[in-house]
């Protein structure tokens, strides 16, 4: 968003203090690490430095908090409201949804509890939310009891300087390489991606490359050894160079199979990736992903559950044609509607109606 604004002619203004350190960071509080002392006074200092930023800021036109901030958004409308200015904030996921979908609320019934009423009183400060799809604006009104006209919908971007068109190189061997990259969450269902690894293992060409950390990548790899399979191969965690070599010689990126109800309301940045780094791509249907990409187009879209994929990924290989079209499709499509420029076009008409005036200046919290 901070890139995407300043392309359009925003000048934005970073006050930021690291607070989390990590996704894992933000469970482990979720489940009672909150508690901790310790974590207690990680939050009054990380608070007390971004106030003293706060201070050197100025003046600004409105205030965005650009990230899921369900408690830093109480210390972002009192700050706007002393200086007069609307508060937007940029929600990007409800922190008490990933925690049901985590089961976290049968490690404290009580911590999950109070996530869903910090959420919902956070949601009723700002002059304007922001998220990404109708689905998931749908889910926060109804979960929240909070009208729609308090939000605006921005697309999720992807920055095509860090994810950008590869050439692609032959896979050793003549390998028909698949590639899935991300966390291991129930989210982006892994699980559904080996069960296929499994229908396929008889055919020999086919070999799947899983990279990536999270909480399922034990229980994975455990399965994958009882079940002897020899096409899966488990990179771990990888740099950003090591992770553009291996997209760029794999045939088939793999999007998201989960179906949680953030999986199916969201498009995963990954997906965004893969086609800004001009791979062909499978991922599961939703009603958003259907709504904004063509099927056999852009990308191949597959009921999620093993069989569905396993019967795409024989079409994609046994078609070169089709790769080769939802390749290039894919990758146009990305960069028309999701690059930096065209979402911060977007998110600029979003503020401008918090304000009489066009932005000429913005604050990132």
């Known amino acids: 968003m901070i890139e995407g604004l300043s392309l359009n002619g925003v000048q934005v203004i970073e006050c930021h203090e690291k607070l989390w350190r990590g996704i894992e960071d933000r469970v482990q509080a979720a489940s009672g690490g909150w508690k901790n002392p ?133 896979a050793p061997g003549g390998l028909f390489k698949i590639l899935y990259y991300g966390s291991f969450i129930r989210n982006h269902g892994v699980p559904v991606m080996l069960e296929a690894a499994k229908l396929l293992r008889e055919e020999g060409n086919y070999q799947f490359i899983l990279i990536g950390v999270g909480p399922e990548a034990d229980r994975c790899k455990e399965w994958v050894a009882n079940e002897k399979l020899h096409n899966v191969e488990f990179l771990g965690w990888v740099s950003d160079e090591e992770l553009r070599q291996q997209v760029a010689q794999v045939s088939l990126c793999l999007g998201i199979f989960g179906d949680t109800p953030q999986s199916m309301m969201t498009i995963q940045h990954k997906i965004l990736e893969c086609l800004a780094f001009r791979k062909p791509l499978i991922t599961g249907k939703s009603d958003l992903i259907q709504r904004t990409f063509g099927h056999k187009q852009q990308m191949y879209i597959c009921d999620r559950n093993a069989e569905a994929l396993a019967a795409g990924i024989r079409e994609l290989y046994q078609n070169p044609d089709l790769r080769e079209r939802i390749t290039i499709g894919g990758y146009h499509f990305v960069k028309e509607h999701f690059s930096l420029n065209e979402i911060g076009r977007i998110f600029l008409g979003c503020l401008e109606t918090l304000i009489h005036q066009p932005v000429k200046e913005a604050i990132e919290s």
């Open 38 to 170: 310790k974590f207690l006074l990680r939050v009054m200092k990380s608070y007390l430095s971004l106030l003293k930023k706060y201070r050197k800021v100025g003046d600004y036109d409105v205030m965005v908090v650009g990230y899921p901030a369900q408690f830093d958004v109480f210390l972002a409308w009192i700050l706007a409201r002393l200086k007069g200015k609307p508060l937007c904030w940029d929600i990007l996921m409800s922190v008490y949804q990933v925690a049901v979908e985590r089961s976290l609320d049968k490690v404290s019934s009580f911590t999950t509890k109070f996530l869903k009423f910090a959420e919902s009183l956070a949601c009723r400060l700002p002059d304007l939310l922001v998220l990404e799809s109708q689905e998931y604006m749908k889910w926060f009104c109804k979960t929240h009891r909070i009208s729609e006209q308090r939000f605006n919908l921005v697309p999720m971007g992807v920055d095509e300087r860090k994810y950008p068109p590869l050439d692609p190189s032959e």
